[in-house]
């Protein structure tokens, strides 16, 4: 049974496939064509953190696909009065054709992967967030047409599902990745060793963003980590902002995988600015996650 609990479980030539099939998608909806690949399919989507974006995105793909999604919150299910992660996973798999989850712990993933006769989709857990990782590399190829000899930048807290997923894509991808964040938010070892390739990673910003062609952001507090005030202080100097862009290539794209903290880790003129895509990667979650969903359910 193939899953999506990180990046790894798919494939360089599998995440190409997603990848085709998303602008295939993607340009049948622009022309109003109809693409029910999912006629009659249910997904169920547990959500132990609040989204605007996976929720909304999910949603509205397997209903545009033919299916239908059902919400649970942790709450409303007694997963919320202490029923197991087992459990909820084998009897949801009575019921539906895939199952979407956004939990605190990763390990929740694991287990309701290894429990489950049906496929299961991260939809963000403390450690990875591969629905956006395939959204972003996505997103830079329809911008620039390539993936090759293209440099990327992550800016920011080194320490978080964002960062841990998209040097995983980056590395299957063979896009570089490189990292610039306090010595305090590195991203750990035990991410840096599923990877094939050498991260450079450094807090000389500075040295990091010049020549990049993509820079990323992602907020200083993930969900989760409300409690370390100190990030606010100690991630001030890595705001992207005019200054910072001017470092990279006149043609530099910024991205943000939102929400974002307008003027704590983006400035306003730079996410409304020529240089953001952050919009349209917002939007193309949309198409990516239909391809996830007709890849695994189908
Ligand atoms: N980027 C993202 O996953 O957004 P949400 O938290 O709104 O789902
Ligand atoms: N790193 C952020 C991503 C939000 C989509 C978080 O976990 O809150």
Request: glycine residues 4%; positive net charge; aromatic residues 6%.
């Amino acid at each position: 049974m193939l899953h999506l609990t990180f990046d790894k479980d798919f494939t360089k030539k599998e995440i190409w496939q997603i990848f085709k099939l998303a602008k295939k998608l993607k340009d049948k909806q622009k022309k109003g064509e109809s693409h029910e690949l999912l006629r009659g399919k249910s997904l169920a989507m547990i959500f132990q953190k609040p989204s605007t974006r996976t929720r909304v995105s999910f949603e509205t793909a397997i209903t545009q696909l033919g299916g239908h999604a059902q919400y649970l919150s942790v709450s409303d299910l007694q997963l919320g009065r202490g029923e197991t992660i087992k459990d909820t996973a084998k009897v949801l798999s009575r019921y539906v054709d895939g199952i979407m989850a956004r939990v605190f712990s990763h390990q929740d993933i694991i287990d309701l992967a290894k429990n489950s006769n049906v496929p299961v989709i991260n939809g963000l857990s403390d450690k990875f967030h591969p629905c956006q990782a395939l959204t972003d590399l996505f997103t830079i190829w329809e911008k620039r047409q390539k993936l090759k000899n293209l440099t990327m930048v992550f800016v920011g807290d080194g320490d978080n599902n964002v960062t841990n997923s998209l040097l995983l894509i980056c590395d299957i991808l063979g896009v570089e990745l490189k990292i610039a964040c306090p010595d305090k938010y590195r991203t750990k070892k035990e991410i840096l060793d599923l990877a094939k390739r050498k991260i450079e990673i450094s807090n000389n910003l500075k040295t990091i963003v010049k020549n990049a062609d993509v820079i990323y952001t992602d907020t200083w507090i993930s969900m989760g980590r409300e409690d370390e005030k100190e990030r606010e202080i100690i991630l001030t100097p890595y705001q992207v902002n005019q200054k910072l862009v001017s470092l990279a290539k006149k043609d530099a794209i910024v991205m943000h995988c939102l929400p974002a903290h307008r003027n704590h880790e983006i400035t306003d003129e730079i996410m409304d600015g020529p240089h953001s895509i952050i919009f349209d990667q917002a939007e193309n979650r949309l198409h990516v996650q239909k391809a996830i969903l007709v890849k695994l359910l189908k």
